[in-house]
């Protein structure tokens, strides 16, 4: 396993950014996203960054209240500090236990994929937000779901679906997680919510 991990730790990036965790970042709609996180940046960091990831659907905040979101950062130089340590890939867990590895699986935590995925070259700005929601908040989005399709039997589902997705704008979004790394692949394991 040490001939997997040592080349990910020498070759990872990371630098956290714990100064923007808890920042609460306001955000209009679905559609509004990676526009008004990229205005609060502007203002957070002292970067540029654009985006370059998938079109924000709604359903991990509709299922989970999350948003898991990569941007690309311009022209950013890393540190001697920024280079990750097999302790760190531990802490993002691509270290498995004695029990996972077998002869069948020498990889069971995809750090071949890591490895991988670090070849672009390029250095990302990873955020993880949790949407604000008020005590008492029912997150059954499937009763909620089947509440409107019986109010409403004849309307499409992925209409209900974008009017339950409407209900979570605007509102403030925490972020929990952030850090710059040379991986998109790097959080992985340790916001999976799948």
């Given at each position: 396993?040490?001939?997997?991990?040592?080349?990910?730790?020498l070759?990872l990036k990371?630098?956290?950014l714990p100064n923007?965790i808890?920042?609460?970042?306001p955000?209009?709609?679905?559609d509004?996203?990676?526009?008004d996180?990229l205005?609060w940046?502007?203002s957070?960091?002292?970067?540029?960054v654009s985006?370059?990831?998938?079109?924000?659907?709604?359903?991990?905040?509709?299922?989970y209240?999350l948003?898991d979101?990569?941007f690309?950062?311009?022209?950013?130089?890393w540190?001697?500090?920024?280079?990750?340590s097999?302790?760190?890939?531990?802490?993002l867990g691509f270290?498995?236990d004695?029990?996972?590895v077998?002869?069948?699986d020498?990889?069971?935590r995809?750090?071949?994929?890591?490895?991988?995925?670090?070849d672009?070259?390029?250095?990302?700005?990873?955020?993880?937000?949790?949407?604000?929601r008020?005590?008492?908040y029912?997150?059954?989005?499937h009763?909620?779901?089947r509440?409107l399709q019986e109010?409403?039997?004849?309307a499409?589902?992925?209409?209900?679906?974008?009017?339950l997705?409407?209900?979570?704008?605007?509102n403030?979004?925490?972020?929990?997680?952030?850090?710059?790394?040379?991986a998109r692949?790097?959080?992985?394991?340790k916001?999976?919510?799948m």
């Amino acid at each position: 396993m040490n001939d997997l991990l040592n080349p990910a730790a020498l070759g990872l990036k990371y630098r956290a950014l714990p100064n923007l965790i808890s920042q609460q970042v306001p955000l209009r709609s679905i559609d509004t996203i990676t526009t008004d996180v990229l205005a609060w940046l502007k203002s957070s960091i002292p970067w540029q960054v654009s985006y370059r990831g998938r079109e924000q659907r709604g359903g991990t905040v509709l299922k989970y209240g999350l948003l898991d979101l990569a941007f690309v950062v311009e022209g950013f130089t890393w540190a001697d500090q920024d280079t990750a340590s097999v302790a760190l890939l531990d802490d993002l867990g691509f270290v498995p236990d004695r029990s996972e590895v077998s002869e069948r699986d020498t990889d069971p935590r995809s750090v071949t994929s890591l490895v991988r995925d670090m070849d672009d070259g390029r250095a990302y700005l990873l955020l993880f937000l949790e949407e604000h929601r008020a005590p008492g908040y029912d997150r059954d989005y499937h009763m909620k779901l089947r509440a409107l399709q019986e109010a409403d039997p004849q309307a499409p589902e992925h209409e209900l679906t974008d009017r339950l997705i409407a209900q979570h704008f605007p509102n403030e979004f925490a972020v929990t997680d952030a850090c710059i790394t040379n991986a998109r692949f790097a959080w992985m394991h340790k916001h999976f919510y799948m």
